[in-house]
């Protein structure tokens, strides 16, 4: 009963049009706003403490709250010793991760850093295709992710028959994948890539026709900055594809000194707005180092997290609640710590699946 009723308070609230595409979309955000409380109920115990009442009751909180934190993080210290572990978290995850990991980055920085690694056990803290693209580039290595529910809708909208139908319809043409892919589509692939080096990739492909998969915002922004021909895939993110012009419009005009900063897996005329487009890295080098002190966030929101701490002068606007990953944030630091104790759940790619697979990461690696 609450999910029509919040959904007709949403409409008209917003005024939003009555043409399906519209009444689609409040859908999206609405299922997207369930999802992202019901991963907030199962918190990590030490967000779950609440802080209610009277000063001297806060205080008291804080310190249990302070003291739990401190007791998980020596679990997990003790753990990363014992397991030979490094951990790598994605911007994407909760703060409580990102302040344990040993390295924090987008998906090129730790998948590199999960080729060259010389821990026996690496705990991937993102999504499932970021853990099975470790397992691909470290095969001998065990590869834990804290919870194996967190996939990626974008990487699930590509399918291997219809790949191949693509690449039989254009038998000259090369594929470039996002690394957004399930380990069975790269292994049908030439050359990986990620939003932050797209564009090189691209370029550095000998043919004249790319068959692209599976963004399609990505895709219509690489294909602005290369002269090759590319034949796009219909896929998206969700999270990135719900941030709307009017979204935008309506920050804009709550912060008019800040600039706009958003990734390419938005909508073409979001990205079109942009003040600066790049990839989450790019999002963050761009922050720290302009002299602007206010900034609309056009990307997930645990971008906060290094965000703050590279400048804690300036000030960040997420540019709407819903640029939240639900996938990324069903990780917490109890999980974190049970997987190591467990050593469970494993990602598995089968070995003549991941042998094909590694070819396509490989070359994306190599390219300068
Ligand atoms: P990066 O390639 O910037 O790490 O982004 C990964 C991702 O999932 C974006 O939505
Ligand atoms: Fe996938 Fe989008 Fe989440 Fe990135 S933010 S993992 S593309 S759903």
Redesign the pocket.
């Known amino acids: 009963m609450t999910v029509p009723l919040t959904l007709c308070k949403l409409i008209v609230k917003h005024r939003v049009k009555f043409d399906t595409l519209s009444l689609f979309h409040v859908f999206l955000r609405h299922v997207n706003f369930i999802i992202m409380m019901r991963i907030e109920r199962e918190d990590s115990a030490v967000n779950r403490i609440r802080i209610r009442g009277g000063s001297k009751v806060e205080a008291q909180a804080l310190e249990r709250k302070a003291e739990m934190n401190r007791e998980l993080k020596e679990r997990l210290f003790q753990l990363k010793k014992e397991r030979n572990a490094i951990i790598l978290a ?1 911007y ?1 995850q909760r703060d409580e991760i990102q302040e344990v990991a040993d390295f924090r980055g987008d998906s090129f920085l730790l998948a590199q850093k999960a080729a060259s690694t010389d821990a026996e056990t690496i705990v991937f803290c ?2 499932h ?2 853990g099975e693209s470790a397992k691909i580039l470290a095969p001998n290595k065990t590869v834990l992710i804290p919870d194996e529910r967190a ?5 699930d909208m590509v399918n291997v028959d219809g790949l191949r139908k693509l690449k039989a319809q254009h038998p000259n043409a090369k594929v470039v994948t996002y690394i ?1 892919s399930s380990a069975e589509i790269k292994a049908e692939t030439d050359i990986c890539c990620t939003s932050s080096n797209a564009v090189k990739v691209i370029n550095s492909v000998d043919a004249d026709e790319i068959i692209w998969v599976p ?1 399609k915002n990505l895709g219509h922004y690489v294909q602005q900055h290369t002269d090759k021909k590319l034949i796009i895939w219909e896929g998206y ?4 594809d719900m941030l709307t012009v009017k979204d935008v419009v309506e920050m804009k005009a709550k912060h008019p000194g800040a600039e706009f900063v958003v990734h390419p ?1 938005c909508r073409a005329e979001v990205v079109a707005m942009g003040d600066f487009v790049g990839s989450t890295t790019a999002i963050l080098d761009y922050c720290k180092n302009s002299s602007a002190k206010e900034f609309i966030v056009g990307t ?1 929101d645990g971008t906060g997290y290094q965000l703050r701490k590279d400048s804690p002068d300036k000030e960040f606007h997420f540019a709407t609640k819903f640029l939240v ?4 944030k069903v990780n917490n630091l109890k999980k974190l710590i049970k997987c190591l104790e467990t050593m469970q759940p494993q990602i598995y790619v089968p070995p003549a699946v991941a042998d094909k697979a590694r070819a396509s990461l490989e070359r994306m690696l190599q390219v300068k």
């Open positions: 994605h994407y993102g999504v295709f970021m996939g990626c809708p974008m990487a957004n963004d993110c969700n999270t990135h897996e997930e990953c639900p996938n990324m």
